[in-house]
């Protein structure tokens, strides 16, 4: 079991930034790729992006350039940082954990979820 808490979330202008953090603990998560999602009102839950156990990083094409996704597996952690935020990225952001090493932009590939967090971009 992996248990997953985002915070990092929050009010922030058009144009700022945001750093999300996702802590991780219960299982080995250095060999877990994890992911990145988000849900606006009204919207289903979308992919942002993936880091998997290699480092390598995926992004969907909304936030590519903008969002980048970074692991510290000595504290477990793994980060998202939104710059150049847009209203569009309005929503609840989720991180998951994928029960093995790779992962892609599916939600069904990934078996562990946090409760989110709220960031909200005002025009």
């Known amino acids: 079991q992996v248990q997953l808490v985002e915070s990092g979330g929050g009010l922030v202008q058009a144009g700022g930034s945001l750093r999300l953090s996702c802590v991780a603990s219960?299982?080995?998560?250095?060999?877990?790729?994890m992911g990145w999602f988000r849900q606006a009102p009204g919207k289903e839950r979308e992919f942002v992006g993936r880091?998997?156990?290699?480092?390598?990083?995926y992004y969907a094409d909304s936030v590519k350039g903008r969002f980048t996704i970074s692991r510290d597996n000595a504290k477990n952690t793994v980060y998202l940082q939104m710059n150049n935020l847009k209203p569009e990225d309005t929503a609840v952001y989720y991180c998951?954990?994928?029960?093995?090493?790779?992962?892609?932009?599916?939600?069904?590939?990934?078996?562990?979820w946090g409760r989110g967090t709220q960031v909200t971009v005002s025009s």
């Open positions: 219960g299982r080995t998560f250095t060999d877990y790729a």
């Open positions: 880091i998997n156990k290699s480092g390598s990083t």
């Open positions: 998951a954990a994928a029960a093995r090493s790779a992962a892609g932009p599916r939600s069904d590939e990934y078996l562990y």
